[in-house]
């Protein structure tokens, strides 16, 4: 059935950069939007990026300029390039799918989810 694996995470040193990546099966990928959230210790589910079917890119302003999101549509893959990381970055990272092609921010619109990435970013 419908799986997301998120892979990619680790620790690196502040002003570093990283790519997680997300691969999706029993969709029909091209038909969904796709986002990626995190959640740190002690705090709510946050939004970071989410990408349209048609390919427009949003961003939580926490990460404008730093990060951007990306997809593979043949490869059924989601991407975010994690640029210039901050230790206020360190977080479980969450790849999420939605039914419908608009890039919402709301966690609770999204029907896919996956189980997780770490990223640890030390100082």
């Known amino acids: 059935q419908v799986q997301l694996v998120e892979s990619g995470g680790g620790l690196v040193q502040a002003g570093g950069s990283l790519i997680l990546s997300c691969a999706a099966s029993?969709?029909?990928?091209?038909?969904?939007?796709m986002a990626w959230f995190r959640q740190a210790p002690g705090k709510e589910r946050e939004w970071v990026a989410s990408?349209?079917?048609?390919?427009?890119?949003y961003y939580a302003d926490s990460v404008q300029g730093r990060f951007t999101i990306s997809r593979d549509d043949a490869e059924k893959t989601v991407y975010l390039r994690m640029n210039g990381l901050k230790p206020e970055d360190t977080a479980v990272y969450y790849c999420a799918s939605r039914r419908g092609g608009s890039a919402l921010s709301l966690a609770f619109r999204y029907e896919y989810w996956g189980q997780g990435t770490q990223v640890t970013v030390s100082s």
């Open positions: 990408i349209s079917s048609g390919g427009g890119t």
């Open positions: 029993g969709i029909t990928f091209s038909y969904n939007a």
